[in-house]
């Protein structure tokens, strides 16, 4: 096994290697020159198009036919899209793997899941009239260059709304053309926006939301302008040559490089944040601090592909990865090392030959034995040859069973992490991820690329190991069966219900959903089937047109909500029959329709519901509210053919004759209230408006006799045969309410009451006046004697009450009201009980 230093360069003071990843790639008549590349961060796929300011060889008029092919890092042909809808001028991707094409007019497609479906928008600001340049991408956006110069952002591919920059102003003397451009994520600049760095002439302009800066710099026009991937620093490639490296605000110039090329350089990019690399056909330069360069040479075209923490180097023959040596690779593996983790190396190769060195070893590092297994562990992440990997755990391992305590939780980690990503290092699989990238792509969107593949296995099984959820990889994988299966909808049913029937957490919802996108209709039925969750359901199936399904499975689970959100749904979906005709059949439905028009005060809904039911009696009955609330000029009018419609709703009906004859007694008593009311308007100082309507009968004749009204009060009795023990009453509340005490006096004198004389007595002395209420106690004759007593007693008066003592000849209650008198009548009781007394002698 090579040595790991066997393929290291120094640049500088730092070495730099380049990682073989995958070897024959592509056919040799791919003619990779004459391609257009762009990949994706963190390892993720390669988007391929045909240059077309290229010449040529003509091949068939089947492969002169446009189109994107997107490849995995080891040549695997993952998709290819046939693209006819104008040249293309920004190919790019993001940092979840979304393909962007933006086209000359400023249509730009967003493609999302490696499959060709795509989400389409335009830029706008003109990007249609002035045309499309080219465009610069970041993690999560991009910016297009116009034929104009203007600017043109997008920050977020989710929602897009294209932005127009500041307008660039043209150096006096400038022809305007944009030399080359970069951008700096709106992360990385001081502004939280993005900035564009436009090279015009010899000088570079800032481009941003608010404005344009002009650094006036006098060494252009720059060829290529590059950013580093922290922000930090920007590379610039000029006429002569030479390569700068200056901060980002272009305060400080860090370093120059002469690369003596006659020619200008096909790409220039960033390796990590501490190189800058040139690529012509087939030279390629690594830029370090300070002008240090190392050369690498191919035999053939060689595209740059940047990444976060290095580039990826595309041939025809080769993919490699070009990065600087970690710190912790280079402390175990240079030459001549004697830090802890290169002789905790060398003690396990000793182990393995079976030397006494190996305990040598391992005490010479004795004090620094756990940063040396710490070491050893974070090395063997950066290795992707397994070999090494290998050897630097077993290192690690060793290092930590010689130590008394050590926590082994990064080495369990690491272990995990290295499984890992040398199953999706596989040529099959093609991700040849860096632990670096690793980290910051998360194991949860390295399962969404694979898913993506279409690699449900490896995903499955990542997913178990790392102890992840894995019911969106049975989702996604049953949503694309449905749509790429050509068996019939019940097989396809079947097999996916059967393969995810013991799965937990599966959201049946999503395969439905796709299968009728698909035009699968049936099949999303019966898979909604399958649903446990009612929310989820409904939906789905409102948007099919299954309303009547939809409306079982809300009223189903019982949830009201559910319910009303689907009532309201098709209410304002289907035309008012048919929907009365959904709820007709189910009874809850129904109320909780009949419910809410009630609470909202929807009376046309439930005079159409009533009526469409059948309902007479309830639609009767909302009639004759709306006529009891009728108001203003014309109420009497109004309320008359209310009623008039009542009575023909029921007039059919035997059941509701009871009913009808009500409702014609009620119109009968509004034409006389109605009379009431006009009188009263026209009775000297009378109150206009409505003084009886609305009243019911035991009302209207309590305020005709309250306003001295006696007659029509009777005349109102005899009308609607009110019988006279309710009327006496009427007229004795009526009365005393009024004040009336001469006329209850009146009726006092009377020799018989319906309701008797002890209601009159009550409802006097409730209203305070005891001398009137003392009138009705001699002709409570049915009372015993003891009750009127206690009559007198309440009106004050104690020789009254005496007096009826006597003549019952009660001399308990004498000398009972003896103890409760006060003045002249206690003398007066006393001559009462000595009379009594002596008339007992």
Known sequence: MPKPTADWERVGDRFYRKVQLYTAIF???????????AGAPYSGAVAFYRDETRLQAFRGAQAAKSGIDIYSCAGKLLRRINFDKGSIRGLGWSDDEKLLVVTEDGTVRCYYNLQGD???????????EYGVKSCRFWSSGFVALLGNNQLVSVSRYDEPRPKLLATPSVPEGSNGDVVSWALIPPAYALSRSVEV???????????????????????????????????????LYTDDSRVWVVSSDFQNRLS?????????????????????????????????????????????CVHLIPDIDGVRLLTNDVCEFLHKVPDVTEETFRLGSTSPASVLLDAVDQLERKSPK??????????????AVDTCVRAAGHEFSIHWQKQLLKAASFGKSVLDLYNSDDFVDMCETLRVLNAVRFYEIGFPLSYEQYMRLTPSALLDRLLNRHEYLLALRIASYLRLPTDRIHVHWACEKVRLSSDPEDAIAADVVGKLSSQRGISYEQIARAAYDEGRSRLATELLDHEP???????????MGEDRVALDKALESGDSDLTFWVLLQLQRKLAQPAFFRTISSRPVAA????????????????????????????????????ALECRGEQAAVARADKLKLAVKLLHDSREHAGHVKAIEEAQRLLRMQEGLDRDAATAPGGAGGDVFTGLSVHETMFRLVKMGNSKRALKMQSEFKVPDRMFWWIRLRALVAARHWNELEELGRGKK????????????????????????????????????????????????????????????????????????????????ISVLRGGRR
């Open 27 to 37: 056919d040799p008549d791919l003619e990779l020159e004459n391609f257009v590349v």
């Open 591 to 626: 109320a909780l329709v009949e419910s809410s028009a009630w609470d909202a005060g929807s009376r046309e809904l439930l005079k159409d519901l009533y009526y469409q039911d059948d309902r007479r009696l309830e639609g009767a009955n909302l009639l004759f509210k709306e």
């Open 256 to 300: 120059e490089y002469d690369s003596r090329a006659r020619t200008i350089p096909k790409d220039m990019q960033w390796c990590g944040n501490n190189a800058v690399v040139l690529a012509w056909e087939d030279e390629v330069h690594v830029v370090g601090p300070n002008g240090a360069a190392a050369k690498f040479y191919y035999d053939g």
């Open 753 to 832: 009451s319906p309701i008797g004389w002890e209601p009159f007595f009550n409802e006097v002395l409730a209203a305070g006046n005891t001398r009137v209420a003392s009138v009705f106690i001699p002709k409570c004759t049915s009372l015993p004697h003891t009750d009127r007593i206690e009559m007198w007693v309440k009106c004050g008066m104690m020789v009254k009450a005496g007096e009826e003592a006597v003549r019952a000849k009660d001399l308990n209650s004498l000398e009972e009201l003896k103890s409760r008198a006060s003045g002249n009548s206690v003398a007066e009781i006393e001559h009462m």
């Open 358 to 371: 190996a305990d040598d070893n391992i005490q010479l590092i004795r004090e620094n034995l756990d940063e």
């Open 197 to 235: 760095l436009l090279a015009i002439r010899e000088t570079i302009l800032v481009v941003d939301a608010s404005g344009v800066e002009d650094h006036k710099l006098q060494n252009g026009p720059f060829r290529h302008i590059s950013v580093s991937p922290n922000g930090k620093f920007v590379a």
């Open 118 to 128: 795509f989400i389409p928008f335009t830029l706008g600001h003109g990007s249609d």
């Open 533 to 543: 969750r009612p929310g989820r359901q409904v939906p789905l199936l409102l948007g």
